[in-house]
């Protein structure tokens, strides 16, 4: 357990902060249960070679899937697979945005679903799941046979990055499905109506800025209502890039002044210039990301952040011939420790086993069938994204354009890629940044106090001896 916090604290607090239903104090106290790892009760199977985790073949399995960017068909083609290799089991199929409120009260009683993948702003925070011993060890299942070769592990099929993005303490306790890359996103036929040319550093991104805006574009859109912190990946993007991973593994280790190294200073004063002149869409700050997403494939605005599953969350609204297309975010600089072609990727949309689940062993087996080629390429097809999976997309006959420059900005990248943990690991920095990030394009702070106040909450983790630290 956490030291200075028991569980039913836990509880308590995340009562006191209404992301649960209060049940009283007693029932708070019977439900909980310390410890972690895999669960020791629930449905056991014989263990063989066409069965490596003893699953029970005829219990039923519960799915619970964050119903956002990704949608569900792709877990529907993946629970298709699941009844074809175990017929007698029911299974349960749940699609939902809100995670936090519908999950905490079924982990409060005990009766967590047997798959959860725990994702979206409302998801809980994985640090709280882990250091509160919620979920199940997943070594067994890292360390069984392939579907698709049984002399191969399943942790040997996994892009790199994949199983430490789950791991918290040396054990890792979710797998993060998606191979997620970040980039600033453009309609390609836009740009060559208008005879823009992609930036590859923040000059040439000023100056283009500028002539977009020129044409009764605003450069850039933003979700502010609950997205705002997806233009992180503008300022500390290019902050990495220009001096380096040493400048993300300071954030993340909670060294001392990290939010006050140079490059990250430059790169957010450059978004502090950026709102001075007027290059993100009025009215943004009042937007949900969607209909920030909305406005940008209408035309009304040019670049928009965000992450690989942007095409899938908007294939009902955009045009036909819109053509996303990823782009880098610019080097701040010529001469940067990192090339322009370098590239933020992040596995993402966490999978877990909750410990109390009823059918752990069936839990770790869906997993095991997301991770073989079959599970992967329905994904990829369903979705237009890349899974973790070592060839997962080779199967998808014809890309999407997203896909197709993703797969095109990848391979320029090659092993330039970066990645930050901070706010995985510590639950207090999402909800800071998305706070002082809208603050800072909303014009109500500057790049300093954005950065003075990520700073403080930094000082505030590091000096909390009750919040596990972790080290990169």
């Not at 569980?7 to 249960?33: E, H, K």
């Not at 797969?407 to 990248?413: F, P, Q, R, V």
């Not at 207090?428 to 002082?436: G, N, Q, R, S, Y």
Request: aromatic share 8%; hydrophobic share 40%.
């Amino acid at each position: 357990m956490t030291a200075g916090l028991d569980r039913r604290q836990f509880l308590q607090r995340l009562a006191a902060a209404g992301l649960l239903a209060v049940p009283a104090t007693g029932a708070l106290a019977a439900c909980a249960t310390g410890g972690g790892g895999t669960s020791s009760g629930g449905a056991v199977g014989e263990v063989s070679a066409t069965n490596p985790l003893g699953v029970a073949a005829d219990a039923p399995l519960d799915v619970v899937i964050f119903n956002g960017g990704y949608g569900e068909d792709y877990a529907k083609a993946h629970e298709a697979m699941y009844r074809e290799l175990y017929p007698q089991a029911q299974v349960k199929h749940t699609a939902t945005t809100q995670i936090s409120q519908e999950m905490q009260p079924r982990f409060v009683g005990g009766n967590p679903p047997d798959v959860l993948d725990d994702s979206g702003a409302q998801k809980i925070e994985y640090a709280n799941l882990v250091n509160e011993g919620m979920l199940t060890d997943l070594t067994p299942l890292l360390d069984a046979p392939s579907l698709d070769d049984p002399n191969v592990k399943v942790r040997d099929t996994l892009l790199p990055g994949t199983i430490e993005q789950g791991t918290f303490g040396g054990t890792c306790y979710g797998v993060n499905y998606v191979y997620e890359t970040f980039a600033i996103w453009y309609s390609e036929p836009l740009f060559e109506k208008n005879g823009w040319t992609p930036p590859t550093t923040w000059d040439e991104m000023m100056a283009l800025s500028e002539q977009i805006k020129a044409a009764g574009i605003a450069p850039f859109a933003y979700g502010g209502t609950n997205a705002a912190d997806y233009v992180l990946d503008l300022n500390l993007g290019a902050a990495i890039k220009q001096g380096g991973p040493d400048v993300i593994k300071n954030i993340d280790n909670l060294e001392p002044k990290a939010w006050q190294q140079e490059p990250l200073v430059q790169a957010t004063q450059g978004i502090e210039e950026m709102v001075r002149k007027g290059y993100f869409l009025p009215g943004s700050e009042g937007l949900k990301h969607t209909e920030a997403q909305t406005q940008w494939v209408q035309g009304k605005a040019a670049f928009y952040v965000s992450g690989s599953w942007i095409e899938n969350e908007m294939k009902t609204i955009s045009p036909p011939d819109f053509q996303m297309t990823a782009l880098p975010i610019p080097v701040l600089e010529p001469g940067s420790a990192m090339p322009t072609t370098a590239l933020r990727t992040q596995p993402a949309e966490f999978f877990c086993v909750p410990r109390d689940a009823k059918n752990v062993r069936g839990g770790m087996e869906y997993l095991r069938i997301m991770l073989s080629k079959k599970g992967a390429a329905a994904f990829a097809q369903e979705t237009a994204s890349v899974p973790v999976v070592k060839g997962g997309t080779d199967a998808v006959a014809q890309k999407t354009p997203a896909l197709a420059s993703l797969s095109a900005a990848l391979d320029a990248a090659g092993d330039n890629v970066f990645n930050w943990q901070f706010w995985i690991w510590y639950a207090a920095f999402k909800p800071a940044v998305k706070t002082e990030m809208g603050n800072l394009l909303a014009g109500r702070t500057t790049a300093d106090g954005f950065l003075s106040a990520m700073q403080a909450v930094a000082d505030e983790v590091a000096g909390d001896p009750s919040i596990t630290k972790y080290n990169r």
